[in-house]
């Protein structure tokens, strides 16, 4: 079994701006793999599919960003499913937007949603991949994070959310080592 969570905030309020950029490279990967997010379930909206004999689930909390850990740790006890099998897709204001990272463990970095995740699953070592949303030193980082991509960055946006749920989508059959392999580019 594998859990894929991304992480953002729910509300029409929230759509769309960076700080969602989890959720909407999980509606994508939804899209790829023929799922939808029809229930609500471990405070989060939810969908399971077996994929090639595993099933995989797929979770967008409604916990709101800082609290997201509190449903992830919810699937996981009831499906009594460890760490290893996690994977988390967040924003990033430390790369540029359309940049993608994928790693195997590492602190919150500042990210309150990868804090709320560390301390409810009690580890750093999970996989992740980290959709690169840029920043603005003249802007604070609330106000940022909460704002929308300008029509300028659209384009780097939508290739790094394909690309994060093709990367997902690719760690379902493969190793996470070699899913950072073919998706981590210089």
């Known amino acids: 079994m594998k859990i894929i969570i991304g992480l953002g905030n729910i509300g029409r309020e929230y759509e769309n701006t960076r700080h969602n950029a989890g959720f909407m490279a ?44 509190i449903a992830l740790r919810q699937c996981m006890d009831f499906y009594k499913v460890s760490a290893e099998d996690i994977l ?7 790369m540029p937007v ?4 994928l790693r195997q463990k590492g602190s919150a970095g500042g990210h309150n949603g990868i804090k709320s995740i560390i301390s409810h699953i009690g580890t750093q070592e999970f996989d992740r991949i ?32 394909e690309q994060a749920a093709k990367a997902a989508k690719f760690s379902i059959k493969h190793s996470f080592s070699d899913t950072m392999n073919r998706y981590n580019k210089k």
């Open 26 to 69: 999980m509606d994508k990967l939804a899209q790829m793999l023929e799922m939808d997010f029809n229930q609500e379930k471990f405070s989060a909206y939810f969908s399971k599919k077996k994929i090639d004999g595993e099933d995989i689930i797929l979770l967008k909390p409604t916990t709101y960003m800082n609290n997201s850990g």
């Open 88 to 94: 988390v897709l967040y924003d990033d204001m430390d």
């Open 98 to 101: 359309g940049k993608l990272r």
């Open 130 to 161: 980290r959709i690169g949303i840029g920043k603005d030193k003249m802007i604070p980082v609330v106000d940022w994070v909460l704002g929308k991509f300008s029509q300028e960055q659209q384009e780097d946006l939508n290739h790094a959310l």
